[in-house]
């Protein structure tokens, strides 16, 4: 019924901008936090950035100070605004959300889009 729509990913010249925006259709209910992880070829998928429904933020140590994370237009859509981009961002990034509640017993789950690329040249 969830589904993770993102949108913003292409190709872009070293030290370029891009905004990744990534949807969350299909629920009435907020995510408790989403974010941006990344999979290079060859390397381990990681977590680029992520923001919780308090707007606490966390980001990569290879992406601080060009990456912003925002929910300002709703807590069920999230930016990823990227600046000052490097060849080593090429990546497919994928956008999570979670959503986690108590009803007599814990309740998780957790979507994944189906990813963007993001190609930064040279």
């Known amino acids: 019924q969830v589904q993770l729509v993102e949108s913003g990913g292409g190709l872009v010249q070293a030290g370029g901008s891009l905004r990744l925006s990534c949807a969350a259709n299909g629920t009435i209910g907020s995510m408790n936090a989403m974010g941006w992880y990344r999979q290079a070829p060859g390397k381990q998928r990681e977590l680029v950035a992520r923001i919780t429904s308090a707007r606490s933020r966390n980001y990569a140590d290879s992406v601080k100070g060009r990456f912003t994370i925002s929910r300002y237009n709703g807590e069920n859509t999230v930016y990823l605004q990227m600046n000052s981009l490097k060849p080593e961002d090429t990546a497919v990034y994928y956008c999570?959300?979670?959503?986690?509640?108590?009803?007599?017993?814990?309740?998780?789950?957790?979507?994944w889009g189906q990813g963007t690329q993001v190609t930064v040249s040279s």
């Open positions: 999570n959300a979670v959503r986690s509640y108590y009803s007599g017993r814990l309740e998780r789950y957790e979507y």
